[in-house]
Every structure is written in structure tokens, then in C-alpha cells.
T-cell receptor, first 114, second 115 residues
Framework: DTAVSQTPKYLVTQMGNDKSIKCEQN?????MYWYKQDSKKFLKIMFS???????INETVPNRFSPKSPDKAHLNLHINSLELGDSAVYFC?????????????FGSGTRLTVV | AQSVTQLDSQVPVFEEAPVELRCNYSSSVSVYLFWYVQYPNQGLQLLLKYLSGSTLVKGINGFEAEFNKSQTSFHLRKPSVHISDTAEYFCAVGGVKAAGNKLTFGGGTRVLVKP
């Protein structure tokens, strides 16, 4: 049973295209995240949703638009892809409430823009 | 706001030797602290966490970390490493009342275990 699953695992596309990455968790968590990991392995938060509500929106170009149809799903749509968007995108989830239990991460989507 | 500094970008170590990965953080509020491991081409996996209580935290795979509030540090240790410990290790901090339980990650430390 995959706890946090991302699709696709690899995505190669040309500049200017629009693409989506999907994430689903079956852990019953109520908070989900998108992180971007660059070529130097640096992880930067992009967005977070809690029960379908956007609660974290870091400085990210408007070309990136998250959508959460329900608390188990968080998708990321990217318009007009640029070379600098090449990275590994990780979805993660956790449960809010008392304490902070740490995230469960998906295995990542490696996006290559050519 | 929080920040995390991992003082070593790479740590080469021989098999069965001990290893210590250093992590310092800054925060204006009380924090939770985490260590994650990322094996090649995989997602991040939680090694251990400090929420409160005892400052010495034991995690999976024989790792432990010590929270030092006065030095704002959370160093990770393992007394004897295996080849399979070769991976990238990330320290992360979250504010106790941070909106959205946001975690801020350090830049990572690559551990290369040599036979």
C-alpha cells in the first residue's frame, strides 16, 4: 500500500508546454504539501493545503497553480514551462492538530524541461 | 521565521566507523526538529523527531540525535555505519505554532560510506 503516491514519476517536456503532477495520500491526513528539490538537493516549500484550503503559498511564479479537490488529493499544474522549472517535485502529507508528526513524502516527480 | 544550517555538505566515512552530522537552527519560537534520509532516487523518509521531553532522541536504523537548546543544535549520530547508510540526510525545523505545520529544511548532508 503506497501511502503518498505521485504520478508521473518522470516527466520530460518542452519549454512552453503545460503539465500537471498528481498526488494522492491514503493516510487520512488533512494537510498536504508541494516541495521543490533543485539540482543541489535544496528543498523549498511551494504550497500547502489543509482540508482543501490553501494555507501556505510561498513565493512561486503564477505559472504554478495547485488544486486540492479533496483532502486526499493535491495536484500541481504548471503553465508555460521554463528550463528553470526542471527539478524533482515532492508531495508530502501530515496531520494537523496536537504536535507535529512529521511528513510522509511521496517518491517524487522528476521534471525535465528541454 | 526559521532557518536550518547543515554545516557539512559531504561526509565521507568508512564502514563501521561512527558518524556525526551537524545541524544548527534559528527560530524565534519553540520548535520541533526532524531528521530525514533520502536514498538515491527516492523520497524522504523520517529518521527521528524531537517534539518535547528527553533531549536524546532515538530513531530508526540505529541513528540518534541530541537536542541542545542553548546551542540551537540537533546533531545526528550513528556509532557504526553500514554501506547502506550512504544517502542524503536532511535536518528540518518546524515552529510549534507554525501555520500549516510548515517544515524548513537544511541544505542536506551527503554521507558516503566507504568499505
Amino acid at each position: 500500500d503506497t501511502a503518498v503516491s505521485q504520478t508521473p514519476k518522470y516527466l520530460v517536456t518542452q519549454m512552453g508546454n503545460d503539465k500537471s503532477i498528481k498526488c494522492e495520500q491514503n493516510l487520512g491526513h488533512d494537510t498536504m504539501y508541494w516541495y521543490k528539490q533543485d539540482s543541489k538537493k535544496f528543498l523549498k516549500i511551494m504550497f500547502s493545503y489543509n482540508n482543501k484550503e490553501l494555507i501556505i503559498n510561498e513565493t512561486v511564479p503564477n505559472r504554478f497553480s495547485p488544486k486540492s479537490p479533496d483532502k486526499a488529493h493535491l495536484n500541481l499544474h504548471i503553465n508555460s514551462l521554463e528550463l528553470g522549472d526542471s527539478a524533482v517535485y515532492f508531495c508530502a502529507s501530515t496531520t494537523s492538530g496536537q504536535g507535529l508528526y512529521g511528513y510522509t513524502f511521496g517518491s517524487g516527480t522528476r521534471l525535465t524541461v528541454v | 521565521a526559521q532557518s536550518v544550517t547543515q554545516l557539512d555538505s559531504q561526509v565521507p566515512v568508512f564502514e563501521e566507523a561512527p558518524v556525526e552530522l551537524r545541524c544548527n537552527y534559528s527560530s524565534s519560537v519553540s520548535v520541533y526538529l526532524f531528521w530525514y534520509v533520502q536514498y538515491p532516487n527516492q523520497g524522504l523518509q523520517l529518521l527521528l523527531k524531537y517534539l518535547s521531553g528527553s533531549t536524546l532522541v532515538k530513531g530508526i536504523n540505529g541513528f540518534e540525535a541530541e537536542f541542545n537548546k542553548s546551542q540551537t543544535s540537533f546533531h545526528l549520530r550513528k556509532p557504526s555505519v553500514h554501506i547502506s547508510d550512504t544517502a542524503e540526510y536532511f535536518c528540518a525545523v518546524g515552529g510549534v505554532k507554525a501555520a500549516g505545520n510548515k517544515l524548513t529544511f537544511g541544505g542536506g548532508t551527503r554521507v558516503l560510506v566507504k568499505p
